[in-house]
């Protein structure tokens, strides 16, 4: 039995399953990645590969609903959501295809030693290891950024969400990619293991769990391949006293119920200054009891599923323990009976530091409530974390919050909003939440060939 399975978790009825690839499917596409990336499409001229992304980005654009529909039957993300993902995705292409040409434009560097520039090259095949939370928009993370720069990318998707995979892989050779540029692997993770021992591999992109990205990046480290992380958050919240409060709890209520909570850079750990917690504890509360669970295709609902009934029984493993060890669950705290992998909007109070709940992140619909007396104290409390990938400052003073978010010990920082992402943007974080960055200018270059060139004397 393959594990590729298509769920819905709004119902848990199995949709469709997926065939695993065997040792000569890999193998073959292994060989066509790489004849690609010794071929005039991966090293010749870039417009190709730019009219590809074009393309890429028209089909997705005209396929919005039908995309979305798949997103939300197969993990639970509500319509809207699942129609605004696959939006950003059609942006990521079409913002790679008119800005990947200068990105990639020799940069000169004036030295003594002589005219000098380095340019940029593709590196040859990486493989990509990607998670169900955000199913195409994590693909077209790594997918536009290589192909513009000629990388050939093979992705094993997480095994939930088989026919996103398998979308996304059908769109790109629509688009006029050729065989190699982007392929498809319903494979385990011994084959990942072994596809990044191969010579032919010279990167590895992963998007998932700590205890994923350490067993990718050992592998990686083993066979002296690059790797990029970006793994879990523990995101801040902070709200100050001089907060616009109704505007903070409005995206703070969003931000913690967006996608079921199963978001990397969703606010998790909110810090309330003392004059103003209980007043916006309240207000946070009532919004989050107001959540409307039902079918995630129903625009009514505003409370999907987790993605899984694995996910669903980790989050009830989770809040019990943390309650079992001092917490207290102030609203919530339960799975929500009946069919369907969902669980109450909670909110944890009184969490100390030797309670594990401090230093977990909660993959669903769970806040953890901090009052602190002073902004040193939220700093203090933001950077007491294993975790290092965004969070957000609440506050009027436009100064102040600069301060604060200089600061935080994260990747990314917002002031006035919750966090977001953008294809201009750098997406990636610090410590345990990974190294390296996606998107932007940035993102191109993470598995480029940066190469000098000097002509002396000049």
């Known amino acids: 039995m393959s594990s590729y399975q298509s769920v819905n978790p709004a119902n848990n009825q199995l949709l469709k399953t997926w065939p695993e690839h065997d040792a000569a499917f890999v193998s073959q596409a292994l060989e066509k990645a790489d004849r690609l990336y010794h071929s005039a499409w991966s090293k010749g001229d870039i417009q190709p590969r730019l009219q590809v992304l074009k393309k890429l980005a028209d089909l997705i654009d005209n396929q919005v609903d039908e995309l979305a529909a798949i997103a939300s039957r197969e993990m639970g993300k509500l319509i809207a959501q699942s129609r605004g993902e696959v939006k950003i995705c059609a942006q990521i292409a079409r913002y790679y295809a008119e800005h990947g040409e200068t990105f990639l434009k020799p940069q000169p560097y004036p030295s003594e030693l002589g005219e000098a520039w380095v340019e940029y090259h593709p590196v040859g095949t990486l493989v990509a290891v990607e998670p169900w939370n955000f199913p195409y928009y994590q693909l077209m993370r790594v997918l536009a950024p290589n192909l513009a720069l000629g990388n050939p990318v093979l992705a094993k998707h997480a095994n939930i969400v088989p026919h996103c995979a398998d979308a996304f892989e059908k769109l790109v050779a629509k688009a006029g990619a050729p065989e190699g540029a982007w392929t498809n692997l319903f494979v385990t993770t011994d084959q990942i293991a072994d596809l990044i021992a191969d010579d032919r591999v010279q990167g590895v992109a992963l998007t998932g769990s700590e205890r994923a990205g ?102 009830v493993k989770q809040v019990d323990e943390a309650v079992s060890k001092g917490a207290k669950a102030i609203c919530g705290g339960n799975k929500i009976e009946g069919a369907g992998c969902y669980y109450q909007p909670t909110i944890l109070t009184q969490i100390t530091r030797d309670n594990p709940a401090y230093f977990q992140e909660f993959f669903g619909p769970v806040a953890q409530v901090y009052v602190v007396r002073d902004d040193s104290a939220a700093v203090a409390l933001a950077n007491d974390s294993h975790y290092g990938l965004g969070g957000s400052v609440w506050t009027r003073d436009i100064a102040r919050g600069k301060t604060m978010a200089s600061q935080i010990e994260t990747g990314m920082v917002f002031i006035n909003s919750q966090s977001d992402t953008a294809a201009e943007l750098p997406f990636g974080g610090v410590k345990r939440s990974g190294y390296g960055r996606e998107l932007s200018d940035l993102g191109i270059k993470e598995f480029a060939n940066q190469k000098l060139v000097v002509v002396a004397g000049q």
């Open 214 to 315: 350490s067993a990718v990046a050992q592998q990686a480290g083993k066979y002296l391949k690059k790797s990029t992380l970006e793994l879990g958050g523990n995101d801040v919240f902070v709200v100050l006293d001089d907060a616009d409060i109704d505007e903070a709890v409005r995206q703070g209520a969003q931000a913690r119920l967006s996608n079921c909570g199963q978001v990397c850079t969703a606010a998790k750990r909110f810090i309330l200054h003392e004059k103003i917690a209980d007043s916006f504890l309240t207000k946070f509360t009532a919004a989050l009891q107001s959540a409307m669970p039902g079918d995630p295709l129903d625009e009514k609902t505003t409370l999907g599923p987790l993605s899984s009934m694995d996910a669903r029984d980790r989050l």
